[in-house]
């Protein structure tokens, strides 16, 4: 499992949907947050928001996305095979 970390909202999301696979995990951290705001096509894979960077940007949730914790972000780091930073 990759663990991708999307921090650029401006970024086109469609060359980074086309690198994920079922089992990886996408995750929406720091500004990428604003990107809750695009609409998104169909995810391949599971998909995470920072509930820290939501609250401190005044933003809520979609139901696509699933919001989580600082500690929650650490295990599932140390647990991938691979942590990216796109399109770093």
């Given at each position: 499992m990759?663990?991708?970390?999307w921090i650029y909202p401006e970024?086109?999301?469609?060359?980074l949907l086309s690198q994920l696979a079922p089992q990886d995990l996408l995750l929406l951290r720091q500004d990428g947050c604003y990107s809750l705001l695009l609409d998104w096509p169909q995810l391949p894979c599971r998909s995470?928001?920072?509930a820290t960077d939501l609250?401190?940007?005044?933003?809520?949730?979609?139901?696509?996305?699933?919001?989580?914790?600082?500690?929650?972000?650490?295990e599932l780091a140390a647990q991938a095979s691979q942590v990216v930073l796109w399109p770093k």
């Open positions: 990759k663990l991708v970390h970024l086109p999301a469609q060359a995470l928001v920072l609250k401190a940007r005044g933003l809520n949730v979609k139901a696509a996305w699933q919001s989580i914790e600082d500690s929650v972000w650490v």
